[in-house]
């Protein structure tokens, strides 16, 4: 199910959203102009709308913020203060399917059906999932074209240039509501498929275990990487954390927060006893995409990376480690020691109606 809207609308119809939710969207930072996912709080920030990059930084930050109250407690009174949860319903738009499937791997992972982190929940449930469709893709570096993508979204938003027009896809029930009497906004209803994503960069296999000693790896992270961990900032599936308590000095009340943190860092790897489980720094270089590629889809079933070429685009040591992959697979077909996993190579296609789709409220927890 979908519907038409006059590509000149699109302002209108933000305006509309706007005037009944929060809404968030990627807007150009006044001062340095970097595109971040900001709430529109006056019509005239729409002017800083900005589509044609997607946001450095990712939307994770609406879900898990990086510094993060969980809750409060008193030991005189055995009171535990939950932290409050905004009432007013949130849209955010403007996510790429990237974005949106890094959103569901998220959920895969804190809705679960045996555990449920309380804090994401309430921020997900009062969440609008609206996304933006990528006619051609915004960075070089995106390489979704090699994950498996869904339709994960309550609406997507695609331009349609020969129409004038752009398509609002509806990808889930809580997607039709939230399309329904919008002050001012005439919706045609129409179908359209929504196609894959092509883009030029591509990871030629994800099979990357055989590869796990290959000195490609060793070479790279003592050499080339700062483990400065931005790429794990900007990663919108990264979900590493900590968590502390902040107590009074007579340690009768206090703040339990959470921050989050990164596999890269060797002190994040330490233990009880003062043990480090993964001193070495290619050890904690491999973990980053081992965990992406291998571990997590050992569990879950997907990788845990959609693609978005972030961690690329933003490494200040220009490291990119799809091209490493793909090089070592080259040296590997080349010398036949292990053909590569085909079905690795290929991608499901993406489903063209949006049934997959998702605001958190009703949807089946994982
Ligand atoms: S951003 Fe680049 S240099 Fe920094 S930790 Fe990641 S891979 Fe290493
Ligand atoms: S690992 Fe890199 S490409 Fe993959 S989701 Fe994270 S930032 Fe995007």
Known sequence: MGFLLPRRKLESFLRALAKRHTLIAPLQREGDGLATFETVKRPEDLARLDLERNPPFSAKKLFMPPYEHLFAYDMATQEVTDKKVEEKRRVVFGLRLCDLNAIKIQDALFLRRDFTDDQYRAAREET??????????????????????????????RELPDKDAVYLDVGSPAGIVLLEGLEGVKLVEHHEAVPRIATRKRLNTRDVRPVYDHPSWKKTAEERCLFCQRCTIVCPTCMCFDVYDKTSEDVRHGVRKRTWDSCLSKEFTRVAGNHYFRPERAARFKHRIYHKLAYYPEVFGTPMCTGCGRCISECPANIDWVELINEIEKERVGSGTNATSEKNTRNET???SGTNARSVTGAERR
């Open 128 to 157: 609008l999932l609206v996304g933006w469709y990528c006619n051609t893709p915004p960075s070089p570096n995106c390489f979704c074209e090699s994950m498996e993508l869904t339709n994960y979204y309550d609406v997507m938003v």
């Open 350 to 352: 993406i489903t063209t």
